[in-house]
């Protein structure tokens, strides 16, 4: 299938699986609605997208990374409530650009996502190799330049 309608049938079985229901009324609304927002989406971005191709390898190494995350994660959570219940709250917020060279859209949006995910750093911008990090105290923004975050990436992609 080319062009928004795998796109519309992905959305259809989405909605399906979110209603729980066959009814064709159900069914019908989210036909439509499939169809309006799979072509208002293929407009604005189908055409000039390349297609995210993940092997098999890249899926188990993803997998792999998602305990990694949920952890860093975790951590993070721990550290930014330790400073916002802090009455002197020990806060220094700052942006960093940090240099993590990649080549591949799918490795740049993950590093970024996982950056923002992980409370107390927000990407901010994307420039080339260049992430600009926003981090809520001077102990995030040294942790960053290491890139732990980064080797993880580059391993589940297939950048190394």
């Not at 992905?10 to 064709?24: D, E, Q």
């Not at 407009?43 to 890249?58: C, V």
């Not at 020990?90 to 995910?117: F, G, K, W």
Request: hydrophobic content about 50%; glycine content about 6%.
């Amino acid at each position: 299938m080319k062009g928004p309608y795998l796109l519309v049938a992905m959305l259809v079985l989405f909605w399906i699986a979110l209603t729980g229901s066959l009814a064709p009324v159900e069914v019908a609304v989210g036909a439509v609605t499939a169809v309006a927002v799979g072509l208002a989406m293929w407009r604005l971005f189908g055409k000039e997208s390349k297609p995210l191709l993940l092997t098999l390898r890249d899926v188990m190494r993803l997998a792999s990374y998602v305990p990694y995350l949920l952890k860093e994660i975790i951590v993070a959570n721990i550290d930014v409530a330790e400073k916002v219940l802090d009455p002197r709250l020990p806060i220094s917020p700052l942006i960093i650009p940090c240099h993590y060279p990649l080549s591949r859209d799918v490795s740049v949006a993950a590093l970024a996502n996982s950056i923002t995910l992980t409370p107390g750093t927000l990407t901010v911008d994307v420039d080339g190799d260049t992430f600009y990090i926003h981090c809520l105290a001077q102990e995030f923004a040294d942790s960053m330049p290491d890139g732990e975050l980064y080797r993880h990436v580059k391993r589940v992609f297939g950048e190394d």
